[in-house]
């Protein structure tokens, strides 16, 4: 695209510098339109109002978040920025990724809540908001928005900007705020670092970018390696250039410290002593412990109390503190009931603080109560009630999912931005010890106002291998995805299609396989739009169990020359469970639990079922795109199981002729 640079500009850089200068100045013929007037007039609100007296004292401290796509580097980056802040000691061991610090974050080696930080050095703070790039979890990043006055956009310098670098970076400059651009992973093979932010700035015009964070600065180098610096040829040296960057470029907090005390709890923690804390960043004023505070609530109601405790973050920690002052983020406890959004404030005739807007969730699924038999064997929680209090403790501080009561007693629709966000909820539930039962995600349907059906529709974003294009379109194709763009990229060709949300359900495992695993997807919520029809994502059938009881090795033998087996020797199977795929498209009954007769002429082997494949092993994420409508995941903590929903075969067979006469649902 920038093969003709206008004459006078060395670089794509430069020439995107002239024309945004251009677009301010007055000489474009774009600032005529109403939009770049209003730009204007945005950017002069947002950086020629008085600052030096919201500025003026609040000079000690800077409060930034770091966004980024997925995997870009950022809790790399933190740790890196904490370690170069003095926040350890130069011997002290501390684990990679160190604020990854769920045990689910660990495992699957990516950030799921946002957490907040800082660095000390002097009497400066740098308090910092760690937050996660995957899709599912954006609300995350919305959310941390109004607590923070700059964000380091971390980027890929192989990848470079992707679908979420797109959504994090748009909420950041929605709020005004103060951007610098991080080119990390400048050590790996192949980056291109100065083409990567070329593409950085240019995704800044796209999203209508003030002038100032157009001209936001730019750091480039390695978070894993532990050096950036603000120009490529510079030699490198270790993370202070950032450092340094992220203090000078970064406002001090627009706080009035002589005002009453106000601040907007933007998350919420939680101590064995205290109970809940509302965390955020005070706005004006000041507070310490004793003084009496009001809440104000969602619903308009004003809650008294006293301050027990007040808190910092510091490294890996919350400290306990003596004040919360103008400007810093804290944490306050003595408020039982306080919810993310709700503002805290010196006066009961105060308004309260409006939180960001929050996306709405885009897929629901049913969580109930375990009937499978068997049920209440291997886990601790198994009632309705405790499922209901269990999820409605969860909507407490996570704010993008709902929960609601279904027309069916210890059925709950539970609403989300994902299904990877479900799912890593009833693994943590399992993981508490629960028992329950997890629907497909279905997609949230609106209507609009002549009644008919809309559903969520997104980008979506694949870079993969030439060999493999023709299949991924076919598969788009199949989903009822249309393409809108398609170009060579490297040794890749980037796809850029809009699919259903529905449609996208399922597809990354899909890609993984067709690809063997050198696809990459990322896709972005787009709009409503109209009901694409019906969509197969599954065009196999399954093999369903006929009896209760323990596979046993023989009948299992003779179940795998039908399909693919979920189950092997041994596993309590019960009627109506599903133990295997059927290639073609309907369910086949089968008895894997029948012993074998016994004979003079045994075979060695068969009944310990010696010669089967070993059985295809779901995880949960995996195990819910997998089931279909009248299908259901058992999550337990010991077992995933996949089982119809009717479990008797008769009583099946009698819905599904009900259904089929009716024309279905
Ligand atoms: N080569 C290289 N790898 C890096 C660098 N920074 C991070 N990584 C690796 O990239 C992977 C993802 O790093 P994270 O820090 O977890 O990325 P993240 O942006 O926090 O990921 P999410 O929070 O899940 O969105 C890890 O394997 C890191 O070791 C870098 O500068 N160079
Ligand atoms: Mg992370």
């Keep these: ?59 000690h401290i800077r409060n930034i978040a770091i966004i980024a796509h997925v995997d870009h580097g950022k809790t790399t980056l933190v740790d890196k920025l904490l370690r170069a802040g003095g926040a350890f000691r130069d011997n002290q061991v501390v684990e990679e990724r160190a604020m990854d610090s769920m045990d689910l974050e660990k495992e699957k080696g990516i950030t799921i809540r946002a957490k907040n930080t800082s660095v000390r050095w002097g009497d400066r703070i740098i308090n910092i908001v760690d937050t996660p790039g995957h899709a599912d979890f954006g609300a995350e990043v919305e959310r941390v928005m109004k607590m923070v006055d700059g964000v380091v956009l971390v980027v890929d310098a192989y990848e470079g900007p992707q679908a979420q670098t797109r959504f994090v970076l748009r909420k950041a400059l929605q709020e005004g705020l103060k951007p610098i651009i991080v080119i990390n992973k400048i050590d790996r093979d192949h980056s291109d670092p100065a083409g990567m932010h070329d593409k950085v700035l240019e995704l800044f015009l796209e999203l209508d970018a003030t002038e100032d964070q157009f001209d936001a600065p730019t750091y480039y180098g390695s978070a894993r390696d532990g050096y950036f610096k603000a120009n490529l040829a510079d030699e490198k040296t270790d993370m202070m250039p ?76 919350m400290n306990s503190s003596e004040i919360a002052e103008a400007g810093n983020i804290v944490g306050i406890a003595g408020f039982e009931d306080v919810d993310i959004g709700e503002t805290l404030t010196a006066s009961d005739e105060d308004v309260a603080i409006t939180f960001v807007d929050i996306d709405p969730p885009t897929i629901s699924m049913e969580f109930s109560v375990n009937d499978s038999p068997g049920a209440g064997r291997e886990g601790k929680y198994v009632t309705s009630r405790q499922i209901r209090d269990r999820l409605m403790r969860e909507t407490k501080t996570n704010i993008s999912i709902h929960v609601s009561d279904t027309d069916l007693a210890g059925v709950f629709a539970v609403s989300a931005r994902g299904a990877m966000q479900i799912a890593v909820l009833v693994e943590q539930m399992r993981r508490e010890g629960f028992e329950l039962l997890v629907s497909r995600p279905n997609v949230i349907i609106r209507r609009n106002e002549a009644g008919e059906r809309h559903e ?53 495992f899909e890609l993984m396989n067709m690809t063997s695993g050198h696809g990459v997807m990322s896709h972005l919520f787009k709009e409503y739009g109209p009901w694409a029809g019906a969509i197969a ?129």
Excluded at 5 to 19: E, I
Excluded at 251 to 273: C, E, Q, T, V
Excluded at 623 to 640: M, R
Aim: charged share 25%; net charge positive; aromatic share 8%.
């Design 1 to 59: 695209m920038f093969a003709a640079l206008p004459a006078g500009h060395s670089t794509p850089t430069d020439w995107m510098r002239a024309a945004r200068c251009r677009v301010f100045r007055g000489s474009d013929q774009r600032l005529q339109s109403p939009a770049r007037a209003s730009l204007r007039t945005r950017a002069a609100s947002l950086y020629l109002i008085s600052d030096s007296q919201l500025y003026s004292m609040k000079d």
């Design 456 to 508: 969520p529709y997104e980008t979506l974003y694949i870079e993969v291998p030439e060999e493999y294009v023709s299949g991924v379109l076919k598969s788009l194709n199949e989903r009822k995805g249309t393409l809108v763009d398609m170009k060579p990229h490297r040794t890749s060709t980037l796809i850029e299609a809009t699919i259903t949300t529905r449609g996208l359900i399922g597809f990354e």
């Design 242 to 317: 950032l450092l340094e960057g992220i203090w000078t470029h970064i406002p001090p907090p627009k706080a009035d410290p002589d005002g009453p005390f106000r601040m907007l709890a933007s998350n919420i923690g939680y101590d064995d002593y205290v109970g809940r804390i509302a965390m955020g960043k005070v706005l004006s004023g000041k507070a310490s412990k004793g003084d009496t505070l009001y809440l104000m609530r969602k619903d308009g109601s004003k809650v008294r109390a006293k301050v027990t405790r007040i808190f910092e973050y510091s490294a890996l920690q």
């Design 537 to 665: 994502t599954r065009t196999s059938g399954t093999l369903v169990s006929m009896e209760t009881g323990v596979g046993t090795g023989y009948s299992l033998e003779a179940c795998a020359v039908r399909g693919k087996l979920f189950v092997a020797p041994g596993d309590y199977i019960y009627t109506g469970m599903i133990v295997g795929e059927n290639p073609r498209a309907d369910d086949l009954p089968v008895n894997p639990c029948k012993e074998k007769h016994l004979t003079n002429f045994r075979s060695a082997g068969s009944e310990k079922g010696d010669g089967l494949p070993p059985p295809l092993k779901f995880s949960l994420e995996r195990a819910i795109e997998y089931v279909a409508s009248d299908e259901l995941v058992e999550a337990t903590p010991q077992n995933i199981r996949l089982r119809k929903r009717i479990l008797d075969p008769n009583e099946r067979r009698r819905v599904k002729k009900q259904m089929d006469t009716s024309g279905g649902a």
